[in-house]
């Protein structure tokens, strides 16, 4: 199946989880999180959607999160990695891999391995409890009285999955003021700066390349912004890089549009 390119891609990655080396983000709480079990909530620009992991080994998704199951799926976690195996419903054959970063707020699954659009632009991104108003809550309360830069990546990516992008740029912008460090956030908040500030997404993914050679999703957005701007060179150029390093879904995905700068090996 033929995807449409650039911008529809794009929504896959706008909650973007993205590559770290650290096994669990930061977070205030030292309260061990290590289940998927449950229920995760994201809202996107194609509407709600849920996630309910059974300990049994299916993961349901509703896509409406109207309580009605639209696809079950067999999951197996390891370690921090989870792969999905279509069972029922109108996704994918295969299987997809992901690497899981979880805290108690959130969760959020990085592309590793999958060719299958419809599962990424599913699965990718940050998600959360339903619950999330309790947290959003808390956490205010908290930064009042406390202004450690934990709270406000926390808030952020809360905000990421319940779609309130401006907010969520908002609290990137305090935590990057006192952690210029985190290649992983720079890409956060490039994904919010989306569609009215390609330069600064070019800018933020300049930083998280320069904290991160290896970041593929850094890549890709900055090859967004490029083509988006007219430096459509540059763009191809930086999407070649992504599925260099992993992101292969992107050969059928931009193709038509890079067809012209990339070569066979490219596209094969």
């Not at 096994?23 to 061990?32: C, F, G, L, T, W």
């Not at 995760?40 to 509703?62: H, M």
């Not at 989870?82 to 996704?91: H, Y």
Request: proline residues 2%.
């Amino acid at each position: 199946m033929k995807t449409k390119p650039m911008y529809l891609v794009f929504l896959i990655l706008f909650f973007c989880s993205f590559n770290s080396n650290k096994m669990q983000d930061k977070e205030v709480s030292s309260e061990p999180c290590n289940t998927l079990i449950g229920k995760w909530v994201r809202i996107g620009q194609t509407g709600p959607i849920s996630f309910n992991f059974k300990e049994n080994g299916l993961v349901e998704a509703d896509f409406g999160n109207d309580q009605i199951v639209d696809v079950i799926t067999n999951y197996k976690l390891s370690g921090d990695t989870v792969s999905f195996i279509d069972k029922e419903g109108q996704m994918c054959e295969g299987y997809g891999r992901y690497k899981v970063y979880q805290t108690k707020y959130y969760v959020s699954f990085d592309l590793i391995e999958d060719n299958c659009g419809g599962r990424i632009k599913t699965t990718m991104g940050f998600w959360t409890k339903p619950n999330f108003n309790e947290f959003i809550t808390s956490l205010n309360e908290e930064i009042t009285n406390n202004s450690k830069p934990e709270l406000y990546l926390n808030i952020a990516r809360i905000y990421l999955a319940t779609g309130m992008i401006h907010k969520a740029k908002e609290n990137f912008d305090y935590y990057l003021a006192t952690d210029t460090l985190d290649a992983r956030v720079y890409v956060n908040r490039a994904g919010t700066r989306f569609p009215g500030d390609l330069v600064g997404v070019v800018s933020d993914c300049k930083k998280a390349i320069a904290l991160d050679s290896n970041n593929k999703n850094a890549y890709f957005l900055r090859g967004l912004a490029y083509y988006e701007l007219g430096e459509k060179a540059q763009g191809c150029e930086d999407f070649s890089k992504a599925i260099e390093l992993g992101f292969s879904v992107l050969k059928i995905a931009e193709q038509d549009k890079c067809i012209d700068f990339w070569d066979e090996k490219i596209l094969n």
